[in-house]
Structures are given as structure tokens and as C-alpha cells.
């Protein structure tokens, strides 16, 4: 075998538990979508255009409450703000491909497909850039297909089921659960006890503009948190 | 229900801001490393854009008309609880939702 094949291979194989998560979450996407008035071609746009769970959802919450276009984008974009971070840790790995080749690569840039790379790249640091696109590849293959077929299938479900099943808190139970597992650290715990405390106190704010306070507010106080921790440490 | 024409505007102003942040710097060969307090206020948009995005929704739900209901809110606590002390996403899902479908069914 090639050692680009070996590469895919790795990706492949080092992103397949992760499909434990991916394929229900798509799923639950589909059904929360028609339920939420969306039909199945909307759905599917939707899945294949953006190709970001969480802020799938965060738009679909946002706009079932009649929140104006400019608030829904704002907090959608928000939570895909964590990929800039991702944007540059890869970039000096891939500067040298060719621009469609990156080009592509950002499309695909996803929670799993990064992961996978940096913890690949960690064992292997002299990977050329080619082997370590593989690497990448390797991990979309295994879960941006699942990812589309999912959320045709919930899709397609959610058409079937009654409204009268409480999926009205599959959203909340969904975004509590992505939190949860995060907060391993006093700053992440400080940044999501401000995000509720603040999100409940500028509840009648207009426009669900309260939120983006208690966001911002919120992640200020996790950096400043962390700053402050580690100027303590030093 | 969704307002079409919001959804239309929105799905492709969200895929084409999605795309931006993603090209951002691998797009542009750019290896610049960004200035420190970007990088950790970027570690903690998920947890502060999440919580302050149910929160409300938790406690004062839409389906029961404003009124907490024990139901959703033990169910979310559930979710919170075993998320945090089993670290997987799938778990705390199956446990809270386990939980909103039998307190739902006792005093359904």
C-alpha cells in the first residue's frame, strides 16, 4: 500500500468510534427539523449547505422562537466560532497544497475530521502534508456520509411521528448533553454558570438579543477566569 | 413552526458564514498565530453560547404555555448530571430523554 492509502486508512479507522455520536445527532437533526416545519429537500439543503450540527440546531431553536434573521445568524455563528481556532491550527500543516485542496479541506472541517488530524499528526509529526490530507480525508469519509444519510433518514421519520411526543425538548436535552462532557475546568465551569444565570436574568430582553449579552459576557468571563488562574500559577 | 422566509434567508447567509470561518486561515496560507486573548475567549464559545441558549427554555418552557414543569426541568438536570460525570454526549442524551418520557408518563 501506498503511504497515502495507509494515511486515509488511519483516518478512517481513527474516526469510526466517533460515529457512535454523529449518526444519532443527524438523525435527531432530521426529525427536530420537520417537526419544527421544515421539509425534506429544505432539510437536507440545510445539512448539506452548512454541515455543522450544533449551529444547525441553534438556528432551528432560534428561528422556531421568531427571532429576528440577524439574531438567528448571530447565534449561529457564534457557536461555529470554535472553528477559527481550528482554521489556524491546521493552516501551517497545509499551506504548501494546492488551494482547492484546501479549499475543500474547509468545507469538511468538522469537530471529528480535526480531531482525528492533530491527534494523528501528534504520533506521526513527519507525515508529509499529503499523508496528513489523507489523514483528514480519511476521518470525513468515515463520518460526512453518515452525516447526510442520518438526517435524510430522521428527516424522513420525523415526518411520521405525532407532535405531541415532547420533542419540543430533544433540542435542549441535545445541546445540555454537547455541554456537559465540556466543562472539565473552573473557567469553563464559571463561563457556562454566567451563560445560564445571565441568559435567565435578560430573559425579556427583545428579540432573544439576551442571549448574545449573556453569551459574550459569559465567554469573557471564562478567558478572564483563565487568565487570572494562570497569572496565579506564574 | 418556522417562517419560510426566514429559513431562506438564513440557510444561506449560515453556510456561507460557516465556510468563511473554516477558510478563514487555512484558506489563506496564513500560519499567523493570533494574539492570545482571541484564542482563549475562542475556547469558550460553546459553553457560553449553549446554556444561555436553552436556559430559558428549561425553566420556562414553551409547550406547557411559560409554567416550569418538573418533568423538563428534572430532565434536564438528569442530562447535565450524568453528562458531566460520564463525559459522553450520547449517554447524557439517552438518560435525560429516558427521564422527560417516564416522569411524562407517570403524571401525563
Partial sequence: MTPHRTAFLRGLLAALPMVVVVGPFALLFGVVATE?????????L???????GASQFAALQTMQENAPVLVVLATALAVNLRMVMYSVTLAPHFGELPLRSRALMAYFLVDQSFATTMAEIDRRPAMTAQEKRAVFF?????????WF?????????GRAIPPDYALDFALPITFLAMVAPMLRSLPHLAAAGV????SLLLAGMPYGTGLLVAASIAMAAGAGLERWLEGRRA | MIDKSTFWIVMPALAAGTYAIRFSFLGTLGARPLPGWLTRSLRYTAVAVLPALVAPGVLWPAATGGETDPARLS??????AVGVATRSTMAAILAGGGTLFALLALTG
Fill in chain 1, 36 to 44: 419544527a416545519g421544515l421539509n425534506v429537500a429544505e432539510t437536507m
Fill in chain 1, 138 to 146: 480519511g476521518a470525513v469519509v468515515a463520518v460526512a456520509p453518515l
Fill in chain 1, 149 to 157: 444519510l442520518a438526517s435524510l433518514a430522521g428527516a424522513l421519520i
Fill in chain 1, 195 to 198: 451563560s445560564i444565570l445571565l
Fill in chain 2, 75 to 80: 430532565a434536564a438536570l438528569v442530562t447535565l
Fill in chain 1, 46 to 52: 440545510f445539512s448539506v449547505s452548512v454541515f455543522a
